[in-house]
T-cell receptor, first 113, second 111 residues
Framework: GESVGLHLPTLSVQEGDNSIINCAYS??????FIWYKQESGKGPQFIID?????DKRQGQRVTVLLNKTVKHLSLQIAATQPGDSAVYFC????????????FGDGTTLTVKP | DTAVSQTPKYLVTQMGNDKSIKCEQN?????MYWYKQDSKKFLKIMFS???????INETVPNRFSPKSPDKAHLNLHINSLELGDSAVYFC??????????FGDGTRLSIL
């Protein structure tokens, strides 16, 4: 079956450093990938997405990299701030499946002041 | 202003009871979802509706019954609640092929 997994369940970084959160997926038919951020007591919030015809996409302080050869996805956060502390999920979709997302297990990012 | 709103936020009830959770979205999306998040934060999809039609029905006990009266609403009714149903339930919505927008969850505790 398909699975989406994050490489590390927890990540601790110093404020101001860059953070990299990794994700591996198993379904080569996946064509749409999303990163979500979940703060305590709230629902997951969309951060950035990327389609399989791209290998890099940038947002404000965040960059997503997609390596389809090794089925790997990463989220880079520049100049990490205390407000970035949260659980981060990657999710993969297959376009023919009307938006069904398979979520990874989540990485808890802690930013130390 | 709230894009995806679900009620109640907290639900504490006894085993064997029946309860409902309501969800509404004002984003004009055509697809809505219910997820269950366990204590380890693992998110598992339960159901998905597209324009009021059930399109995803994962391996969920038939004690759980979703209902979509219109494409802006997706409610979840749970019969004969069990201890293992304790979790946070999230409603979400999306446009076709787009990211999902989540509500803030309903924390269900079974005594």
């Amino acid at each position: 079956g398909e699975s989406v997994g994050l490489h590390l369940p927890t990540l601790s970084v110093q404020e101001g450093d860059n953070s990299i959160i990794n994700c591996a997926y198993s379904n080569s038919a996946s064509d749409y990938f999303i990163w979500y951020k979940q703060e305590s007591g709230k629902g997951p919030q969309f951060i950035i997405d990327i389609r399989s015809n791209m290998d890099k996409r940038q947002g404000q302080r965040v960059t997503v990299l997609l390596n389809k050869t090794v089925k790997h996805l990463s989220l880079q956060i520049a100049a990490t701030q205390p407000g970035d502390s949260a659980v981060y999920f990657c999710a993969e979709n297959r376009g023919t499946n009307a938006g069904k997302s398979t979520f990874g297990d989540g990485t808890t990012l802690t930013v130390k002041p | 202003d709230t894009a995806v709103s679900q009620t109640p936020k907290y639900l504490v009830t006894q085993m064997g009871n029946d309860k409902s959770i309501k969800c509404e979205q004002n984003l004009g999306h055509d697809t809505m979802y219910w997820y269950k998040q366990d204590s380890k934060k693992f998110l598992k999809i339960m159901f998905s509706y597209n324009n009021k039609e059930l399109i995803i029905n994962e391996t969920v006990p038939n004690r759980f019954s979703p209902k979509s009266p219109d494409k802006a609403h997706l409610n979840l009714h749970i019969n004969s609640l069990e201890l293992g149903d304790s979790a946070v339930y999230f409603c979400a919505s999306s446009s076709t092929g787009g990211p999902q927008h989540f509500g803030d969850g309903t924390r269900l505790s079974i005594l």
